[in-house]
């Protein structure tokens, strides 16, 4: 599975757009983007996924560059529930590989 | 309500005793699997199972024993073995075992070594 490279850290002030950028600049043709969450001791929660096409749902939008060596995970509006660790993982088995995340703070 | 449920949310060891950690899930998932998680760190597989009967070791599987008699449940065992054995461990589940599958996670179980 390819590596992503990911900020430490972020913050976000509360009703603006959170934008979380990720490099995977290694994928290859058949793998996944996917983003997970994680708040302060619980189970991480899946977010959405994407191949290369745009993707959007109730909690977030996913931006594959063309190239697909980037992305970005968009927040549209955060809330302070919102602060979290949050994972990019390229995927084209079944395993998951967690590296650490970017750790973003959305304050008021 | 369908989830992963597991069990205990924090347990204590001692030294040289083994302890099981329990996952179960309800919604008729094929693939099962445990990770085990560090301070600070991501995620690292420990094992993981797509059917019942069967698993497969993951990245770090020294240490641990599992099993997979149920298809709703897929017990971890962290044995003496395990020589630092604090850290959180969470379980995932998904509809079947494939790099199309979403894995869901339980809230995991924290172990501390006394």
């Known amino acids: 599975d390819a590596k992503t490279t990911q900020p430490p850290s972020m913050d976000c002030a509360e009703g603006r757009a959170a934008n979380l950028p990720c490099n995977h600049s290694t994928i290859s043709g058949n793998e996944y983007v996917y983003w997970y969450r994680q708040i302060h001791s619980q189970g991480p929660q899946y977010i959405i996924h994407?191949?290369?096409n745009n993707e959007t749902n109730e909690m977030a939008s996913l931006i594959i560059t063309e190239d697909r060596k980037s992305s970005t995970l968009i927040l549209p509006h955060a809330t302070l529930r919102d602060t979290a660790v949050y994972y990019c993982i390229v995927k084209n088995t079944d395993k998951l590989i967690f590296g650490t995340g970017t750790r973003l703070q959305v304050f008021p | 309500d369908g989830g992963i449920t597991q069990s205990p949310k924090y347990l204590f060891r001692k030294e040289g005793q083994n302890v099981t950690l329990s996952c179960e899930q309800n919604?008729?998932?094929?693939?099962m699997y445990w990770y085990r998680q560090d301070p600070g760190q991501g995620l690292r597989l420990i094992y993981y199972?797509?059917?019942?009967?069967?698993?497969q070791k993951g990245d770090i599987a020294e240490g641990y024993s599992v099993s997979r008699e149920k298809k709703e449940s897929f017990p971890l065992t962290v044995t003496s073995a395990q020589k630092n054995p604090t850290a959180f461990y969470l379980c995932?589940?998904?509809?079947?075992?494939?790099?199309?599958?979403?894995?869901?996670f339980g809230p995991g179980t924290r172990l501390l070594v006394l």
């Open positions: 994407g191949l290369k």
């Open positions: 995932a589940s998904s509809p079947s075992r494939g790099r199309l599958e979403t894995q869901y």
């Open positions: 199972s797509q059917i019942v009967n069967d698993f």
């Open positions: 919604l008729n998932h094929d693939a």
